[in-house]
């Protein structure tokens, strides 16, 4: 009875130290259990009565992962993947890491599945601004492989592959990091013999391009560029503005580096889960020091995937490619700061850096050298709020 009472202590250890990285469908290491198993051996019964108290006491840990449904589980990542063509015991969970959604790493969601006799999971966390190994398996790797998966980033997907040979089973894992979605993906099958066996053509069949931004879009809609046209020539406040939009507009009445400021937008869609009417484009106005309504033009972002945000002194509007922090300096709405990155034909990747305001730390060609300045400023537009925006009369908006 020994060698069980120090088996469960150890496979609880394990999985409260892995929290969410770890799972009862996926087993622990060969070579960790072989090594709680021998020290088992040499404990006295002294010990093994204590090891009994304590698998009593970790029995009771509650389980992390939470059965979920799809619609849970893409609200919580929304670059999601699916289940492949033929795959069957399909079942989704999530592990979440707390109560503020905002917060980085974010809470990880899990696709079970069968197919073709064999067990999958598939995982998705959204990691920030670098990629994070969630898999759960720790391994010493027989073969490591760099690879790129078709589909997944446009085709120039860069993943690795690994697979452990053991005497008993054989385990494939396939990790990838989407730098513009900021999220960490892993993908991990086991078989006694996986020999001639192609994870990479699973990890490929599981993108999902319904979830990518603007997939859902019709054809025939596109995102106003051009600036909304209200005749604000005899409005003194904002009321009298937001009298003029149309039925299917809606505003929001925000601060911005202390100043009052109204957005107006053509539509709105469902930006969080708590209803959050969001936009990906507003006309900006706000009202002078000599009380006069001031229209600053429009800011717009790339899509629904990144709605427009504000914080206390900013508005923030984003793309796969770029983000650009907006403020108000001088009467007028000006780019604070713009971080971008271009690809080539040959998926090399340039980073520049702009703004309106002062120099920047850039070549004349406004390149620099990394991506920093990008990522910090994707982090703090990720902190700031989703602006929610009011309905004109309540009536329903056009959905962008």
Same mark, same amino acid.
């Given at each position: ?12 250890f394990?999985?409260?130290?892995s929290?969410?990285?770890?799972n009862?469908?996926?087993?622990v290491?060969e070579? &960790?259990?072989?090594?709680e198993?021998t020290v088992?051996? $040499? &404990?006295?019964?002294?010990?093994e009565e *204590? ?5 009593d006491a ?10 979920? +449904?799809y619609d849970?589980? #893409?609200?919580t990542?929304?670059k !999601?993947?699916?289940?492949?063509d033929?795959?069957? &015991?399909?079942?989704w *969970? ?7 959604e ?5 809470s990880m969601?899990? @696709? ?6 064999m ?9 920030g601004?670098?990629a994070?190994d969630i898999?759960? @398996?720790?391994?010493d790797?027989?073969t490591t492989?760099?690879i790129t998966l078709?589909?997944?980033?446009d085709?120039? @997907?860069?993943?690795k ?24 993906y892993s993908?991990? +099958? ?15 069949a ?5 979830t990518?931004?603007g997939?859902? @879009?019709?054809?025939?809609e +596109?995102?106003? $560029? ?13 009321d009298?503005?937001?009298d003029k939009?149309?039925a299917?507009?809606?505003?929001? $009445?925000i /601060?911005?580096?202390g100043t009052?400021?109204?957005l ?6 469902k930006?969080?889960?708590?209803g ?5 484009i ?12 001031k229209d600053?033009?429009h800011?717009? *972002? ?5 709605p #427009?945000t504000?914080?206390e ?6 793309g796969?490619?770029?983000v ?7 009467d007028?709405?000006?780019?604070d ?10 998926g090399d990747?340039?980073?520049y850096?702009?703004?309106?305001l ?8 406004g ?8 990522n910090d !400023?994707n /982090? ?10 009011t309905?004109?009369?309540?009536v329903e908006?056009?959905?962008?």
């Amino acid at each position: 009875m020994k060698k069980k009472y120090i088996m469960i202590v150890a496979s609880f250890f394990v999985a409260s130290l892995s929290a969410c990285v770890g799972n009862n469908s996926i087993p622990v290491p060969e070579v &960790n259990t072989r090594a709680e198993s021998t020290v088992a051996e $040499e &404990n006295t019964e002294v010990q093994e009565e *204590s090891y009994t108290k304590e698998a009593d006491a970790l029995v009771g840990l509650a389980n992390p992962w939470q059965d979920a +449904t799809y619609d849970e589980a #893409i609200n919580t990542v929304s670059k !999601l993947f699916k289940a492949p063509d033929g795959a069957e &015991n399909v079942k989704w *969970s999530i592990c979440k890491t707390g109560n503020d959604e905002n917060v980085i790493p974010g809470s990880m969601v899990q @696709m079970t599945f069968d197919l073709d006799g064999m067990s999958f999971t598939a995982r998705e966390q959204v990691t920030g601004d670098k990629a994070e190994d969630i898999s759960g @398996m720790y391994y010493d790797w027989t073969t490591t492989e760099d690879i790129t998966l078709a589909n997944w980033g446009d085709g120039r @997907m860069a993943a690795k592959y690994q697979r452990y040979v053991g005497d008993e089973e054989s385990v494939d894992v396939c990790t990838w990091y989407d730098i513009e979605y900021g999220a960490s993906y892993s993908l991990i +099958t086991s078989a006694k013999d996986l020999e001639g066996f192609d994870l990479q053509a699973v990890a490929e069949a599981i993108y999902d391009p319904s979830t990518q931004p603007g997939a859902n @879009m019709p054809e025939d809609e +596109t995102i106003l $560029e051009e600036k909304i046209d209200i005749d604000i020539s005899d409005c003194k406040d904002f009321d009298q503005v937001i009298d003029k939009l149309a039925a299917d507009m809606a505003y929001a $009445e925000i /601060k911005i580096g202390g100043t009052d400021v109204l957005l107006v937008t053509p539509g709105t869609f469902k930006g969080d889960d708590k209803g959050t009417r969001a936009a990906t484009i507003a006309e900006v106005y706000w009202i002078d020091k000599d009380n006069n309504i001031k229209d600053g033009g429009h800011v717009r *972002s790339g899509g629904t995937a990144n709605p #427009i945000t504000a914080s206390e002194d900013y508005i923030y509007a984003s793309g796969h490619h770029y983000v650009k922090r907006y403020s108000l300096k001088d009467d007028s709405l000006v780019i604070d700061l713009e971080a971008t990155e271009k690809f080539d034909e040959k998926g090399d990747v340039t980073y520049y850096l702009y703004s309106e305001l002062r120099d920047v730390d850039a070549d004349v060609d406004g390149k620099v050298k990394d991506d920093s300045v990008l990522n910090d !400023l994707n /982090k703090e537009m990720l902190e700031a709020d989703i602006i929610g925006f009011t309905l004109n009369d309540s009536v329903e908006a056009t959905t962008l």
